[in-house]
């Protein structure tokens, strides 16, 4: 993933659709790849599932 980050600055990637399996798949890249994952969901349920289990202060709406 290409993006601009300083140094010392964690980058923050916010997944729509993160409650389907290519979403939630998106979501545990993203954060394998140092980012901090915003999981959003028509259904908060789905969006914190998807995000569950990961370590480093992730977030879902």
Do not use: K
């Amino acid at each position: 993933m290409a993006g601009h980050s300083d140094a010392g600055q964690r980058r923050i990637a916010l997944v729509t659709g993160a409650g389907g399996g290519i979403g939630t798949r998106i979501c545990h890249r993203l954060a394998g790849d140092g980012y901090r994952v915003v999981a959003c969901d028509l259904d908060a349920d789905r969006a914190a599932a998807a995000i569950r289990g990961l370590e480093g202060g992730h977030e879902w709406r």
